[in-house]
């Protein structure tokens, strides 16, 4: 049997910072899920708010010349 201690040592310095943070939060599995579901589509609707403010800015420029 390995020496679950030793596993410890292997994980990089940002699980060791997210591990810690969860314990501080209080976070749990299915919250986590949660929001997960929850923010399923949001990186589409930012695409498209990026894509408006591009096409906007395109439309300004070519109205000044």
Same mark, same amino acid.
């Given at each position: 049997?390995?020496?679950?201690?030793?596993?410890?040592?292997?994980?990089?310095?940002?699980?060791? %910072?997210?591990?810690?943070?969860?314990?501080?939060?209080?976070?749990?599995?299915?919250?986590?899920?949660?929001?997960?579901?929850?923010?399923?589509?949001?990186?589409?609707?930012?695409?498209?708010?990026?894509?408006?403010? %591009?096409?906007?800015?395109?439309?300004?420029?070519?109205?000044?010349?």
């Amino acid at each position: 049997m390995k020496n679950l201690s030793s596993q410890n040592d292997n994980h990089s310095p940002f699980l060791r %910072i997210m591990q810690k943070g969860h314990k501080k939060t209080g976070y749990k599995k299915t919250s986590g899920n949660l929001l997960l579901t929850l923010s399923e589509n949001d990186h589409k609707r930012i695409a498209q708010l990026i894509a408006k403010w %591009i096409e906007d800015e395109n439309e300004k420029s070519d109205s000044a010349k």
